[in-house]
């Protein structure tokens, strides 16, 4: 019988498998060739794609792990078996991706089949952070208003548990079932944008608690790249705190000015005479752009939540997973009750998979940085303790390896970071980040 390696690609928000179709391409010509062992078999996830990304991650994830159980059916009635399994997860689908092996590890499906390797690639692992900003402030709000199920877990507003905790920050508790199929991968690899990323900011898609990429032009950090992968951080220095003064007063006033600007969307790079004849509809076409966008929003959001009260009034919706872990709060609950009353008080002893010390995220990259002294002055988003618990769960996972992207020249990587609209020349600076997760893809 015929051993296949099943390797599923999960999309975004607002996402359909075309989206992927670079990275389906590269992963094929890498490692598509049949060995005589194993076949690597692709499964670009289809069910979960357009509006029903607004209908939560955990309702996603139910959707794409009922697609891998048919695929795996399927490919057992070819008379060929699936004995390892990998996952990688773009943006939202890397969430997706987090929920997914929960269910594939309750219903014992890694007792049979081998994981391997759980990548996910600009993605908010932590959620979206807020920022001292009053744009991120609107952003936040938006974002949980009408982007229904999937806004309201973004931005951590949801109470999915029965104990009323986030989602996400659920994910990144080892007591639960999904830190617990996580960690059974021999390879663990988040890809994420160190700069220019307007969706998935740097802390969240590389699962930091501050930016050294802040002010990158003039904070004085030296970055290294990969010579066979052009845009990849090798290694970076942090820049020294006690510096920044002294280089800042060294740039010329006119650079600081230009670099304090937003840079201008790829649609308004007009070249002249067009940019100039431009400017005078910019208060029209930016408040009608935005108008758009929050009417579409608005309706897709209410459609989502319709179809949410069809799925939950569902009998068989009650089963799902949620309501394990409902199950597994109340043990932990009383499991800390006992502790409470026993009378030779709590143990001292501490989780002897993980430890009780903290390994500083720096060990758990797999990317070489080299300390600075001095207090951070980097960029703090506004995080919450929930946030900085998974941040910690996370980088404490020995085999997660961080692999950074840098794009100075564009207005958002975060497209560009998988090649997603490959029709366009500057998607393609990020197929040498694609080649990487290929090359480095245990087949």
């Known amino acids: 019988m015929r051993s296949i390696h099943l390797l599923v690609l999960i999309h975004g928000m607002w996402g359909n498998p075309d989206h992927l179709a670079r990275m389906h391409e590269i992963i094929q010509e890498v490692k598509g060739h049949s060995s005589e062992e194993t076949e690597l078999a692709v499964l670009i996830a289809q069910t979960n794609r357009d509006e029903a990304t607004y209908d939560g991650i955990d309702w996603g994830g139910e959707r794409v792990a009922d697609e891998i159980i048919d695929e795996v059916t399927k490919h057992e009635s070819q008379g060929r078996r699936v004995t390892r399994f990998s996952l990688m997860g773009y943006s939202l689908g890397g969430l997706v991706g987090r929920y997914v092996i929960g ?25 979206i952070p807020t920022l001292p900003t009053p744009l991120s402030a609107v952003a936040s709000y938006v974002g949980r208003k009408l982007l229904s199920r999937t806004g309201e877990q973004f931005y951590c ?4 548990s029965p104990k009323g905790r986030p989602l996400i920050e659920v994910l990144g508790d080892p007591e639960y079932i999904f830190y617990q199929a996580l960690v059974l991968f021999r390879n663990i690899g988040i890809y994420a944008n160190a700069i220019n990323d307007l969706s998935v900011p740097y802390v969240t898609g590389a699962i930091e608690s501050t930016d050294p990429f802040y002010g990158y032009q003039r904070n004085g950090i030296k970055i290294e790249f990969e010579e066979n992968y052009k845009y990849v951080i090798k290694s970076y220095i942090p820049p020294d705190p006690t510096t920044l003064p002294t280089l800042e007063a060294q740039r010329p006033f006119l650079n600081r000015i230009s670099e304090s600007l937003p840079p201008v969307p790829p649609p308004l790079r007009f070249a002249f005479p067009l940019n100039v004849m431009a400017v005078p509809f910019l208060p029209i076409l930016l408040p009608a752009f935005a108008t758009v966008v929050l009417v579409r929003f608005s309706i897709c959001s209410k459609k989502s939540r319709a179809r949410l009260q069809t799925l939950e009034a569902d009998a068989s919706a009650r089963e799902r997973l949620i309501h394990v872990v409902a199950k597994l709060e109340r043990e932990l ?26 390994v500083p995220a720096e060990l758990a990259s797999g990317m070489e940085v080299k300390p600075k002294m001095g207090s951070s002055s980097f960029s703090r988003p506004v995080l919450t303790a929930g ?13 997660l390896k961080k692999t950074l992207a840098f794009f100075a020249d564009v207005f958002n990587s975060h497209a560009i970071i998988i090649c997603r609209m490959p029709k366009y020349q500057h998607n393609w600076k990020g197929e040498c980040v694609m080649r990487h997760w290929a090359d480095h893809f245990e087949l």
């Open 157 to 160: 507003a949801d109470k999915w």
């Open 387 to 399: 946030q900085l618990r998974s941040i910690d769960n996370l980088n404490k996972i020995p085999q």
């Open 103 to 127: 269910i594939l590890h309750q219903n014992k499906f890694f007792e049979k089949v081998t994981p391997v390797n759980f990548n996910t690639i600009a993605t908010p692992h932590i959620g």
């Open 333 to 358: 609950e009383a499991a800390a009750l006992k502790i409470c009353e026993d009378p030779r008080g709590p143990s001292a002893s501490t989780n002897p998979t993980f430890g009780g010390s903290e």
